[in-house]
C-alpha cells in the first residue's frame, strides 16, 4: 500500500556556476534533484527521498548533510568506498546556459547496484519520479532492476512519474535510447515530455503528435515547450495552457525540472491537470528569474500559491 512520501532517482552532482571574474560558486542538482526540490517545497509535510548512490568522500558527506538540511533523506541509497560524485559547471551567454560535464564514474551509476536496498527505498511512496537520464546512466542490466523496481512499487500503490528527458550524448546511439524510454513509459501514470526532445528522438512533427503519441501508452502526459503553451493530455483529451511570460529571464536552469515538481505537487493536493500545469508555469517563471537550479523554497511557495 502507497504511503505520503515523494521520492526520485537519479544522479545529483556536484554543480558549478560561474560568478564574477574568475570564481566559481559550488552547489549541488541535477534534473531529478531539481524536480524533488520542488516538489518536496510545495508538498507541505510529506516526506521526500532522493534515491541515489553515494561516495564516501567529502564531497558526497557534504552533499547528503545538505539534503538532511533541507528535509530530504535518501533512503537505503549505498555509500560506496572508494566512490565520488559527479561534477558539472555552468556557462552562461545571456540567460541561456551550456554544460561541461564530468561523471563518467560517478557513484549515482551504481544506484541500482542492490536491488533489494532500491526496493527498499521505493516502499510506502505515494509518487516515484525518474527521469531518461536515470535510464542514461545505467546500462542495461541496471535499467531493467531500476524499472522493475519502479513497476513493484506501482503494483503498490505508488503514482509514477518520469519525463523522458533525452539527452544524446548520454547513450550509444538513439535506438537504445528510444528502447529504454519505451520501456519506462510501459511502467508510467504521468508523462512529463519536453517537445523539442521527442522530435529528436521520436521525429514528432507537433506537441500534438507526441501527445497524440504517448497517449496511447500513458493515461496523463504533459508536453512541455519552452515559453509555448504546455499541452495537456488526458484521457485522449488534449488542452493547452499558457505559459508565463518573462521579460528578462536572469537563468534558464533547472525551469523545467521545477515545472514538473509544481505539477506533481498539484497533482498530489488534488488539482486537476490544467490548474497543476498553470501553476507549474508560474513556478518555471519564477525560477528563471534567481541564478541556479534550486529557487529558495519561499520563491517557490510564492509562486505556486499566487492566484
Given at each position: ?5 515523494v ?12 560568478q ?12 531529478t ?5 520542488a ?13 541515489s548512490?553515494f561516495?564516501?568522500d ?35 551567454t545571456?540567460?541561456e ?10 557513484a549515482?551509476?551504481?544506484?541500482a ?13 505515494a509518487?516515484v519520479y ?32 518520469f ?10 546511439n ?17 508523462a512529463?515530455p519536453?517537445?523539442?526532445?521527442e522530435?529528436?528522438?521520436?521525429g514528432?512533427t507537433?506537441?500534438q ?10 493515461r ?68 528563471v ?15 505556486f500559491?499566487?492566484?
Amino acid at each position: 500500500m502507497a504511503g505520503n512520501g515523494v521520492a526520485s532517482i537519479g544522479e545529483c552532482m556536484l554543480e558549478l556556476s560561474s560568478q564574477a571574474g574568475p570564481n566559481w560558486r559550488m552547489g549541488f542538482a541535477g534534473d531529478t534533484f531539481n524536480t524533488l526540490w520542488a516538489l518536496h517545497a510545495l508538498s507541505g509535510d510529506r516526506p521526500a527521498t532522493y534515491v541515489s548512490a553515494f561516495g564516501d568522500d567529502p564531497f558526497s558527506r557534504d552533499q547528503i548533510d545538505f539534503f538532511a538540511k533541507n528535509g530530504i533523506g535518501i533512503g537505503a541509497s549505498p555509500v560506496i568506498s572508494g566512490a565520488r560524485p559527479g561534477l558539472y559547471a555552468i556557462t552562461l551567454t545571456g540567460a541561456e546556459r551550456s554544460f561541461t560535464y564530468w561523471r563518467g564514474d560517478a557513484a549515482a551509476r551504481q544506484l541500482a547496484s542492490d536491488a533489494a536496498a532500491l526496493a527498499k527505498s521505493l516502499e510506502n511512496q505515494a509518487l516515484v519520479y525518474f527521469s531518461g537520464i536515470t535510464l542514461a546512466i545505467l546500462d542495461e542490466a541496471a535499467r531493467k532492476t531500476l524499472l522493475a523496481a519502479v513497476a513493484e512499487a506501482r503494483a503498490a500503490g505508488s503514482l509514477v512519474a518520469f519525463d523522458p528527458n533525452y539527452r544524446p550524448r548520454l547513450w550509444h546511439n538513439r535506438e537504445d535510447a528510444q528502447a529504454a524510454i519505451l520501456a519506462a513509459l510501459a511502467v508510467t501514470d504521468i508523462a512529463l515530455p519536453t517537445f523539442p526532445d521527442e522530435q529528436m528522438l521520436f521525429g514528432d512533427t507537433t506537441p500534438q503528435a507526441t501527445a497524440e503519441r504517448l497517449a496511447k501508452l500513458v493515461r496523463e502526459v504533459v508536453v512541455k515547450n519552452g515559453e509555448e503553451p504546455a499541452l495537456i493530455c488526458e484521457n485522449g483529451k488534449q488542452q493547452n495552457v499558457p505559459a508565463v511570460y518573462v521579460a528578462a529571464p536572469v537563468d534558464t536552469t533547472g525551469a523545467g525540472d521545477s515545472f514538473n515538481g509544481a505539477y506533481l505537487a498539484a497533482r498530489l493536493a488534488g488539482h486537476a491537470p490544467t490548474e497543476a500545469a498553470f501553476r507549474a508555469h508560474r513556478v518555471a517563471a519564477a525560477v528563471v528569474q534567481v541564478r541556479g537550479a534550486l529557487a529558495p523554497f519561499e520563491v517557490l511557495q510564492t509562486a505556486f500559491k499566487a492566484a
